[in-house]
């Protein structure tokens, strides 16, 4: 693995580069970094030049200036710019949750950059019949953070979009390394509550333009999330949209963390067929 930094405007970027092959972009949601991927990355990487980061803001990619600068627009801007540091005219991507938004903008607005897109689980919830309450809920998250901090507007969040209350379970053969990325990821969660949240979760993605595109798009949806959760109805209301039906990949929205060797084969086989 080696590890880079790619100065962008107002922003830094850390990323990663595995393996060798066509490049496989995968683009972190929320508050997690590159090392969320960390375990399909190294089990893809001997067919893909698999490239992780972290989002700027997050982690070990500092940004200058206000928050509220910060669009789906910004982060697909750097994944792109990402694509030009690592010399490709064209790849794969992978983005999950938040980050399968940013995906979506980039298809969008960059044509021909993407060979194809796996959205996973991407919290598009402006495409929901009652987009309008889950609107006023994600502003609703950012007042709470204003007002009584960090935990409670995560509490509002999680239980609003059908996660409960609770956290991932612990990992009983978890390494100090596993620790140390944790904790990194959890200072995270504060941009995550007072920004993210209403920026991601309000994205509309531009249809038409996803439509007309020359990328091939599969959603994808965790084969352990239920209809309750707000990601298993964005899931198939926008495969709906773009015709078709979401593919199933192992776990709920954190698979490629919780089931690894499933989720890496998994997407091996998706990124196969649209070759």
């Not at 962008?8 to 970027?13: F, H, Q, R, T, Y």
């Not at 504060?190 to 993605?205: H, Q, S």
């Given at each position: 693995m080696?590890?880079?930094?790619?100065?962008?405007?107002?922003?830094?970027?850390?990323y990663?580069?595995?393996?060798?092959?066509?490049?496989?972009l995968?683009?972190?949601?929320?508050?997690?970094?590159?090392?969320?991927?960390?375990?399909i990355?190294?089990?893809l990487?001997?067919?893909?030049?698999?490239?992780?980061?972290?989002?700027?803001?997050?982690?070990?990619?500092?940004?200058q200036?206000?928050?509220?600068?910060?669009?789906?627009?910004?982060?697909a801007?750097?994944?792109?710019?990402?694509?030009?540091?690592?010399g490709?005219?064209?790849?794969?991507v992978?983005?999950?949750s938040?980050?399968?938004?940013?995906?979506?903008?980039?298809?969008?607005?960059?044509?021909?950059?993407v060979?194809?897109?796996?959205?996973?689980?991407?919290?598009?919830?402006?495409?929901?019949?009652?987009?309008?309450r889950?609107?006023?809920?994600?502003?609703?998250?950012?007042?709470?953070?204003?007002?009584?901090?960090?935990?409670a507007?995560?509490?509002?969040?999680?239980?609003?979009?059908?996660?409960g209350?609770?956290?991932p379970p612990?990992?009983s053969d978890?390494?100090?390394?596993?620790?140390?990325?944790g904790a990194?990821?959890?200072?995270?969660l504060?941009l995550?509550?007072g920004?993210?949240?209403?920026i991601i979760g309000n994205?509309?993605?531009?249809?038409?333009?996803l439509q007309?595109?020359?990328?091939?798009?599969?959603?994808?949806?965790?084969?352990?999330s239920?209809?309750?959760?707000?990601?298993?109805?964005?899931?198939?209301?926008?495969a709906?949209?773009?015709?078709g039906?979401?593919?199933?990949f192992?776990g709920g929205?954190?698979?490629?963390?919780?089931h690894?060797?499933?989720?890496?084969a998994?997407?091996?086989?998706?990124?196969a067929?649209?070759r």
């Amino acid at each position: 693995m080696k590890a880079e930094t790619l100065p962008v405007p107002g922003a830094s970027l850390y990323y990663e580069v595995r393996g060798s092959g066509p490049v496989l972009l995968m683009i972190p949601g929320g508050p997690m970094d590159a090392d969320g991927f960390k375990d399909i990355a190294d089990r893809l990487a001997g067919d893909y030049t698999v490239v992780t980061y972290d989002c700027r803001g997050n982690s070990r990619s500092p940004m200058q200036g206000s928050w509220d600068d910060l669009t789906v627009g910004l982060f697909a801007d750097d994944a792109h710019r990402l694509l030009d540091a690592v010399g490709t005219d064209q790849a794969d991507v992978l983005g999950s949750s938040g980050g399968a938004t940013y995906a979506l903008d980039l298809v969008a607005r960059y044509p021909g950059r993407v060979r194809m897109l796996v959205a996973h689980e991407p919290p598009v919830s402006e495409l929901l019949p009652d987009a309008a309450r889950y609107h006023a809920a994600n502003e609703q998250v950012g007042e709470t953070y204003r007002s009584e901090g960090t935990f409670a507007a995560l509490q509002m969040f999680t239980k609003g979009v059908g996660f409960g209350n609770g956290g991932p379970p612990a990992r009983s053969d978890e390494t100090p390394q596993d620790a140390a990325a944790g904790a990194r990821m959890g200072a995270n969660l504060e941009l995550f509550a007072g920004r993210l949240i209403p920026i991601i979760g309000n994205y509309e993605p531009d249809l038409a333009a996803l439509q007309r595109s020359s990328t091939r798009i599969v959603v994808g949806v965790g084969d352990e999330s239920t209809p309750e959760q707000m990601v298993y109805q964005t899931a198939h209301a926008l495969a709906e949209r773009l015709g078709g039906q979401p593919a199933q990949f192992p776990g709920g929205h954190g698979g490629f963390g919780s089931h690894p060797d499933g989720f890496a084969a998994r997407l091996r086989e998706v990124l196969a067929g649209g070759r």
